[in-house]
């Protein structure tokens, strides 16, 4: 992780159901990391053809492929998985980085904004005849979130 968002693994905090449990990742990669689902609203007037842009907001989707196959102690990863099975289709705070000094997402306004869990999958890859388990976990910004609170001082 570059450390421009910290130098953690990716964390994740419930917010209510099923817990309130801070959750790190244990054996995480980065699948798709897309900072910049800019909503904009192009007007343009039928009378003089100009163009008006209304940037409605930022919002991002995360997906970390959480490796399973490399868990050895507990959690085991059956447990691990039905762990992250159990905040499918809740919202948690998402951290990028776990480091004490990485911010959550936040709005313009400052204030923290949730993640929805949207997609729990598990899978394996064949690896020369060894099934190696893993699961993806797809976040995505429930509002428009600020950018520039992301980035480390």
């Known amino acids: 992780m570059s450390n421009i968002f910290g130098n953690g693994i ?31 609203k192009i007007n343009e007037s039928i009378i003089n053809h100009k163009r008006t842009v209304d940037n409605k907001g930022r919002h991002g989707s995360f997906v970390v492929k959480e490796l399973l ?6 959690p085991t990863p059956k447990e691990w998985l039905n762990t992250l099975l159990s905040y499918e289709h809740k919202d948690v705070k998402f951290y990028i980085s776990s480091d004490a000094t990485a911010p959550a997402l936040k709005n313009t306004a400052g204030t923290e904004i949730t993640c929805h869990v949207l997609n729990v999958e598990p899978g394996f890859e064949d690896n020369k005849g060894l099934l190696l388990d893993y699961c993806l976990v797809t976040f995505i ?3 428009p979130y600020d950018l520039s609170r992301l980035i480390l001082p």
């Open 10 to 40: 990716p964390k994740f905090i419930g917010t209510g159901s099923p817990d309130s449990t801070s959750r790190t990742f244990k054996y995480p990669i980065f699948q798709e990391m897309n900072f910049s689902e800019k909503i904009t």
């Open 69 to 74: 196959h490399k868990l050895t102690t507990s």
């Open 141 to 143: 910004t429930n509002e």
